[in-house]
Nanobody
Framework: QVQLVESGGGLVRAGDSLTLSCVAS????????MGWFRQAPGKEREFVAT????????SYADSVKGRFTISRDNAKNTMYLQMNSLNPEETAVYYC????????????WGQGTQVTVSS
């Protein structure tokens, strides 16, 4: 009942910045938490950051604290991830996800957007 579409990925050099966007549609008012996850080739998907839709409370993985900023604009049904000082090891497919109120898991996922950081 919630659909997500990511955009903004691309090729950047180490130390550069990039901003990802995620547009939600459907029953967006039912969303409790939205977040960003990433998956590098051959590795497990990992948590990057989350934000609550109503209060804007953010959480970050330790590896990105101080460099990444998650935000949302509820009027636009859009979530963002501002990524600064990118490292080559952060090359991955970045996914947008949403957890609705009363749901146990993140049940809605975008198609992913590729972020490649060259050395």
């Amino acid at each position: 009942q919630v659909q997500l579409v990511e955009s903004g990925g691309g090729l950047v050099r180490a130390g550069d910045s990039l901003t990802l966007s995620c547009v939600a549609s459907g029953r967006t008012s039912s969303i409790y938490i939205m977040g960003w996850f990433r998956q590098a080739p051959g590795k497990e998907r990992e948590f990057v950051a989350t934000i609550t839709r109503r209060g804007g409370s953010a959480s970050y993985a330790d590896s990105v604290k101080g460099r990444f900023t998650i935000s949302r604009d509820n009027a636009k049904n859009t979530m963002y991830l501002q990524m600064n000082s990118l490292n080559p090891e952060e090359t991955a497919v970045y996914y947008c996800a949403a957890k609705v109120i009363a749901a146990a898991d993140f049940g809605s996922w975008g198609q992913g957007t590729q972020v490649t950081v060259s050395s």
